[in-house]
């Protein structure tokens, strides 16, 4: 059964250091999302990806943020400078936008 | 602003017998909902999901239950088996929000333990 894959599954990174944070959809998909969980809080939208562009971004994804689909398969979230507070995990989705999103397994990212 | 609202953060049900898992949301623009399953440490996994011109869907031990008018759904398992036991979530989207997003609006989810 296809599935939608992450690396790394943990990343630590100094404050101000940037990260990139890897996932790979479901081939046939169109959609891509990235949502994020803080610790004891519940799963929230960053950003959709359709047609190589970004269709809608939630407040948290600001200027630090920006997501890039490099190749056919990869779709990348990259953090310019890390802020404490984007200690999180990260989920990638993807969807062909008619069922439901399927999920990775997330990115658990530290900041120190 | 909590748009979907899962006021149970915990609930322990009996093997066998039938887990209810609510859910309300205040946004009259969402149409599609979905219940997905997560594991610690795991991404969220897809169980169920009804549009808003239904009022149920089933699926095997699963049913989803839409109440437009209330704003509520609600999902049943039955029988409940302990495997079941995780952290549910409840989610919805304005399909027709904006072309090409669908994304996807939580709750914080509800905690069910199924005790052999």
């Known amino acids: 059964e296809p599935e939608v894959t992450q690396t790394p599954s943990h990343q630590v990174t100094q404050m101000g250091q940037e990260v990139i944070l890897r996932c790979v959809p479901i081939s046939n998909h169109l959609y891509f999302y990235w949502y994020r969980q803080i610790l004891g809080q519940k799963v929230e939208f960053l950003v959709s990806?359709?047609?190589?562009?970004?269709?809608?971004k939630s407040e948290i994804f600001d200027d630090q943020f920006s997501v890039e689909r490099p190749d056919g398969s990869n779709f990348t979230l990259k953090i310019r400078s890390t802020k404490l507070e984007d200690s999180a995990m990260y989920f990638c989705?993807?969807?062909?936008?008619?069922?439901?999103?399927?999920f990775g397994p997330g990115t658990r990212l530290t900041v120190l | 602003d909590q748009q979907v609202k899962q006021n149970s953060p915990s609930l322990s049900v009996q093997e066998g017998r039938i887990s209810i898992l609510n859910c309300d949301y205040t946004n009259s623009m969402f149409d599609y909902f979905l219940w997905y399953k997560k594991y610690p440490a795991e991404g969220p996994t897809f169980l169920i999901s009804i549009s808003s011109i239904k009022d149920k869907n089933e699926d095997g031990r699963f049913t989803v239950f839409l109440n437009k008018s209330a704003k509520h759904l609600s999902l049943h398992i039955v029988p409940s088996q302990p495997g079941d036991s995780a952290v549910y979530f409840c989610?919805?989207?304005?399909?027709?929000?904006?072309?090409?997003?669908?994304?996807?609006?939580f709750g914080k989810g509800t905690k069910l333990s199924v005790i052999p």
């Open positions: 989705a993807s969807t062909d936008g008619y069922n439901e999103q399927f």
């Open positions: 989610a919805a989207s304005a399909m027709y929000s904006g072309a090409g997003s669908y994304q996807l609006t």
């Open positions: 990806f359709y047609n190589n562009e970004i269709s809608e």
